[in-house]
Nanobody
Framework: QVQLGESGGGLVQAGGSLKLSCAASGHNIDMGAMGWFRQAPGTERKLVAGISWSSNLTYYLDSVKGRFTISGDGAKKTVTMQMNNLKPEDTATYYC????????????WGQGTQVTVSS
């Protein structure tokens, strides 16, 4: 079973930056990809950025391309997401998640961390 621990998040003005971090722990971790999802009230949870060490790929939601950067260490099972030029529409609860690889469901989740961007 995988446990994901998140840190980062908070309140920032529009145009500011935040960094989210996540580390996985547990036994028999079969994890080839990690990602960050976000969910605002009344909306669906959506994948914002993902990284696959198995496939050597990254993914970004169109609205964050050029502003967010995901990086990670497959051996250490850690992932970070640097968020720059934040906009009020980025306000949401952000969740770290892991999967066997892209194309497989993300089946382990962190508790979520709040990001609030004021205008």
């Amino acid at each position: 079973q995988v446990q994901l621990g998140e840190s980062g998040g908070g309140l920032v003005q529009a145009g500011g930056s935040l960094k989210l971090s996540c580390a996985a722990s547990g036994h028999n971790i079969d994890m080839g990809a990690m990602g960050w999802f976000r969910q605002a009230p009344g909306t669906e949870r959506k994948l914002v950025a993902g990284i696959s060490w198995s496939s050597n790929l990254t993914y970004y939601l169109d609205s964050v391309k050029g502003r967010f950067t995901i990086s990670g260490d497959g051996a250490k099972k850690t992932v970070t997401m640097q968020m720059n030029n934040l906009k009020p529409e980025d306000t949401a609860t952000y969740y770290c998640a892991s999967s066997r690889d892209f194309g497989y469901p993300f089946d382990s989740w962190g508790q979520g961390t709040q990001v609030t961007v004021s205008s």
